[in-house]
């Protein structure tokens, strides 16, 4: 982000400029951060180093702990089987308590994927600073906050001073035009955004999602986008607050009220890109020509349209890419040329922190109902937080999956990174809701196809990689 | 943080592009709650193949990796850092890395140098010709250096002048605490706060 005194602003310039301490010539802008986010696998070493200096947390009252990359979706009411994730959790839940931060702990309705949490209290609102541990905090990005992924040397400065010391992105407007056909979703819009521009296009940038296509979605569907700016290499991903921004924090938990609430939606009003700010970068995407997406690769820039078939490394005129290309084929078991939706699926995973939610259960569950799952398949139905959960059980989603055949889960991450005991086995294939592909993320030698719950749920129904048209 | 002036050892050549972290470092092993014993799981379904480059007898004790582009990607996980940095690793060089894994490199010291992909195919080649070639990595001086061939670096000023001083951010902000406080005492009260609770 360039200095411009005369053009416009962008959105992500605006919501810099409103935060920056300290900014000197020839070093990083010290940024103050309104909301930290921690779970338990990378926060630990953050409080060691806190406890060696004898520091305290600034800011426990812009800091929440939840427990989810590394929790049980099964037996919640008994102790964690596995002693060393046991201590990992009972060490945040220790640290929280010494240093006073607010935790909610498995078995808690707030409880939950850290990224589910906060929108759902209502401590995600527009124009904020938001970091986590964790590098899909681009999810919040989706309400028009500066949301992104740190590691645990910036967790503990955050913890000490609630600043970061940052140098300032450039910024890329990627401008989806038109409207999504039936069965086309926000999953779908990011899978093909991420084939286009490769796992690095985004790299340096903090990427604008713009367009009628953008404007058209829920805030689920803007989460599942921003969610996945990581994987297109990008730090952090936003979209302008807008009615349905507010519509959605209103009357949360940790909404604004009254007074405080017309203050804040006249400051999220003007969350905009001016009309001649200028981006560094502009890339642009026709919703309309968008099909359902699948990944066939290890890396989720290998993507392609689910009526496509495995490509041909040949065909790839990029020396590294190929080898890239001819390498995920042999992990992954594909031969180039056959058709994609040939691929038989054991595995179905529906959640993770970029489809996990409420929106994302009913999407499948209305694909599902009545039907059964296809045989020799299993189907992990994962929601996002207990607060999700509990929320699909009061609609019976819970029932309709479990009479499908599915598995009905407690949150967390699970499967997603196959830290806990859900994980693939060698060789099993797996179309998973989550969002990387890499090799053997879900579990050693497990090979993933990242998908819509659209087609999440389609593909459990007829066993290979499938849309919901071709049910 | 341990200072980074200047440190010669010998190379690995990683013929890898999009070396994501859950490759540097699978989940499974993210348990631990210190900042040690990571070694193990570097590249840990990578060091079951005994082709696999880590494994070969000629590149045992290397210290600079020569990575394809794009490396780091992924999850923000800094046990990628440490698990590098545990198994002996001073620094790594490579045409792109991931943003996030730079940054928490360039915090915890293990330092990651941006070079064209051509010349990290040259050093690719020069090392799998001799691997006992020195490779000298010299952040005073900006350059990369090995045989008869320098290859200059860039980096900025501010990054460099920490590593080479192995400066603490946390310090260094700390000095700065009373714009902390007076920036605070500006934020908007609309703001949320996580405490108390609300339900």
């Not at chain 2, 360039?106 to 990651?112: I, M, S, Y």
């Given at each position: 982000?360039?200095?411009?005194?005369?053009?416009?602003?962008?959105?992500?310039?605006?919501?810099?400029?409103?935060?920056?301490?300290?900014s000197?010539?020839?070093?990083?802008?010290?940024?103050?951060?309104?909301?930290?986010?921690?779970?338990?696998?990378?926060?630990?070493?953050?409080?060691?180093?806190?406890?060696?200096?004898?520091?305290?947390?600034?800011?426990p009252?812009?800091?929440?702990?939840?427990?989810?990359?590394?929790?049980?979706?099964?037996?919640?009411?008994?102790p964690?089987?596995?002693?060393?994730?046991?201590?990992?959790v009972?060490?945040?839940?220790?640290?929280?308590?010494?240093f006073?931060?607010?935790?909610?702990?498995?078995?808690?309705?707030?409880?939950?994927?850290?990224?589910?949490?906060?929108?759902?209290?209502?401590?995600?609102?527009p124009?904020?600073?938001?970091?986590?541990?964790?590098?899909?905090?681009?999810?919040?990005?989706?309400?028009?906050?500066?949301?992104?992924?740190?590691?645990?040397?910036?967790?503990?400065h955050?913890l000490?001073?609630?600043?970061?010391?940052?140098?300032?992105?450039?910024?890329?407007?990627?401008?989806?035009?038109?409207?999504?056909?039936?069965?086309?979703?926000?999953?779908?819009?990011?899978?093909?955004?991420?084939?286009?521009?490769?796992?690095?296009?985004?790299?340096?940038?903090?990427?604008?999602?713009?367009?009628?296509?953008?404007?058209?979605?829920?805030?689920?569907?803007?989460?599942?986008?921003?969610?996945?700016?990581?994987?297109?290499?990008?730090?952090?991903?936003?979209?302008?607050?807008?009615?349905?921004?507010?519509?959605?924090?209103?009357?949360?938990?940790?909404?604004?009220?009254?007074?405080?609430?017309?203050?804040?939606?006249?400051?999220?009003?003007?969350?905009?890109?001016?009309?001649?700010?200028?981006?560094?970068?502009?890339?642009?995407?026709?919703?309309?020509?968008?099909?359902?997406?699948?990944?066939?690769?290890?890396?989720?820039?290998?993507?392609?349209?689910?009526?496509?078939?495995?490509?041909?490394?040949a065909?790839?005129?990029?020396?590294?890419?190929?080898?890239?290309a001819?390498?995920?084929?042999?992990?992954?078991?594909?031969?180039?040329?056959?058709?994609?939706?040939?691929?038989?699926?054991?595995?179905?995973?529906?959640?993770?922190?970029?489809?996990?939610?409420?929106?994302?259960l009913?999407?499948a569950?209305?694909?599902?109902?009545?039907?059964?799952?296809?045989?020799?398949?299993?189907?992990?139905?994962?929601?996002?937080?207990?607060?999700?959960?509990?929320?699909?059980?009061?609609?019976?989603?819970?029932?309709?999956?479990?009479?499908?055949?599915?598995?009905?889960?407690?949150?967390?991450?699970?499967?997603?990174?196959?830290?806990?005991?859900?994980?693939?086995?060698?060789?099993?294939?797996?179309?998973?809701?989550?969002?990387?592909?890499?090799?053997?993320?879900?579990?050693?030698?497990?090979?993933?196809?990242?998908?819509?719950?659209?087609?999440?749920?389609?593909?459990?129904?007829?066993?290979?990689?499938?849309?919901?048209?071709?049910? | 943080?341990?200072?980074?002036?200047?440190?010669?050892?010998?190379?690995?050549?990683?013929?890898?592009?999009?070396?994501?972290?859950?490759?540097?470092?699978?989940?499974?092993?993210?348990?631990?709650?210190?900042?040690?014993?990571?070694?193990?799981?570097?590249?840990?379904?990578?060091?079951?193949?005994?082709?696999?480059?880590?494994?070969?007898?000629?590149?045992?004790?290397?210290?600079?990796?020569?990575?394809?582009?794009?490396?780091?990607?992924?999850s923000?996980?800094?046990?990628?850092?440490?698990?590098?940095?545990?198994?002996?690793?001073?620094?790594v060089?490579?045409?792109?890395?991931?943003?996030?894994?730079?940054?928490?490199s360039?915090?915890?010291?293990?330092?990651?140098v941006?070079?064209p992909?051509?010349q990290?195919?040259?050093?690719?080649?020069?090392?799998?010709?001799?691997?006992?070639?020195?490779?000298?990595?010299?952040?005073?001086?900006?350059?990369?250096r090995?045989?008869?061939v320098?290859?200059?670096?860039?980096i900025?000023?501010?990054?460099?002048?920490?590593?080479?001083?192995?400066?603490?951010?946390?310090?260094?902000?700390?000095?700065?605490?009373?714009?902390?406080?007076?920036?605070?005492?500006?934020?908007?009260?609309?703001?949320?706060?996580?405490l108390?609770?609300?339900?």
């Open positions: 982000m360039s200095d411009r005194t005369k053009m416009g602003k962008t959105l992500a310039e605006k919501i810099w400029a409103d935060h920056v301490v300290r000197a010539e020839g070093e990083p802008d010290l940024l103050y951060i309104d909301l930290h986010l921690i779970h338990e696998v990378t926060s630990p070493q953050a409080f060691d180093g806190l406890r060696l200096a004898g520091r305290q947390v600034r800011r009252d812009l800091t929440i702990a939840t427990e989810d990359h590394n929790v049980p979706t099964l037996n919640i009411d008994k964690i089987a596995d002693p060393v994730s046991k201590l990992q009972d060490t945040l839940r220790a640290n929280c308590k010494e006073g931060v607010r935790i909610h702990s498995l078995g808690d309705a707030e409880q939950g994927i850290v990224h589910v949490v906060g929108p759902q209290l209502g401590i995600t609102q124009g904020m600073t938001i970091v986590c541990g964790d590098s899909h905090t681009s999810t919040h990005g989706a309400f028009g906050a500066l949301a992104f992924g740190i590691g645990t040397s910036e967790v503990e955050v000490a001073t609630q600043t970061l010391p940052l140098i300032r992105p450039k910024t890329m407007a990627v401008n989806v035009t038109g409207k999504l056909k039936p069965g086309v979703t926000s999953k779908d819009i990011i899978l093909a955004i991420i084939a286009q521009i490769g796992t690095g296009g985004g790299q340096g940038y903090v990427l604008e999602y713009r367009g009628d296509a953008i404007k058209a979605l829920s805030m689920e569907g803007r989460m599942t986008i921003c969610n996945m700016s990581i994987e297109a290499g990008a730090r952090a991903g936003l979209i302008a607050p807008d009615e349905t921004t507010f519509d959605y924090v209103k009357n949360k938990p940790h909404a604004p009220q009254g007074a405080e609430w017309d203050a804040a939606v006249a400051y999220w009003k003007t969350l905009q890109s001016d009309a001649d700010a200028q981006f560094d970068k502009e890339i642009t995407l026709d919703a309309d020509a968008l099909e359902p997406f699948v990944t066939w690769g290890t890396n989720p820039g290998q993507g392609l349209p689910l009526n496509a078939n495995v490509p041909n490394p065909d790839i005129a990029d020396a590294e890419e190929r080898g890239a001819e390498r995920a084929l042999t992990y992954m078991g594909l031969t180039a040329g056959t058709p994609l939706k040939s691929l038989k699926v054991d595995t179905v995973f529906l959640g993770s922190c970029t489809n996990g939610r409420i929106e994302d009913r999407a569950a209305d694909v599902l109902k009545g039907k059964k799952i296809a045989p020799n398949t299993r189907m992990l139905v994962v929601p996002g937080s207990a607060r999700v959960r509990l929320q699909a059980e009061g609609e019976g989603l819970d029932k309709v999956f479990i009479d499908f055949g599915a598995e009905w889960r407690n949150a967390g991450c699970s499967m997603c990174l196959g830290m806990n005991p859900d994980q693939l086995t060698v060789g099993e294939r797996s179309a998973s809701t989550s969002n990387r592909n890499f090799e053997g993320r879900q579990g050693k030698g497990g090979r993933t196809h990242l998908v819509s719950p659209l087609v999440a749920a389609a593909t459990a129904i007829r066993g290979t990689l499938s849309s919901p048209a071709d049910l | 943080m341990e200072k980074f002036i200047t440190h010669t050892g010998t190379a690995i050549p990683l013929r890898r592009s999009n070396v994501d972290t859950d490759q540097i470092i699978p989940a499974v092993y993210l348990k631990r709650v210190t900042k040690s014993g990571f070694e193990d799981g570097l590249f840990a379904a990578w060091r079951n193949d005994p082709e696999f480059v880590l494994n070969k007898p000629e590149f045992q004790g290397a210290s600079v990796l020569v990575a394809g582009a794009d490396f780091g990607t992924g923000s996980r800094e046990h990628a850092v440490w698990a590098l940095q545990n198994y002996g690793f001073k620094a060089l490579s045409s792109r890395f991931a943003d996030i894994f730079r940054g928490n360039q915090k915890a010291g293990l330092l990651t941006v070079l992909q051509e990290i195919e040259a050093i690719w080649e020069a090392v799998e010709a001799d691997p006992k070639i020195q490779v000298t990595v010299d952040l005073e001086a900006k350059n990369v090995y045989g008869s320098t290859v200059p670096f860039a900025d000023d501010y990054t460099r002048w920490r590593l080479m001083e192995g400066l603490d951010d946390i310090g260094l902000t700390l000095k700065n605490i009373d714009d902390v406080t007076a920036f605070e005492k500006k934020r908007p009260a609309f703001k949320p706060e996580t108390p609770v609300r339900s």
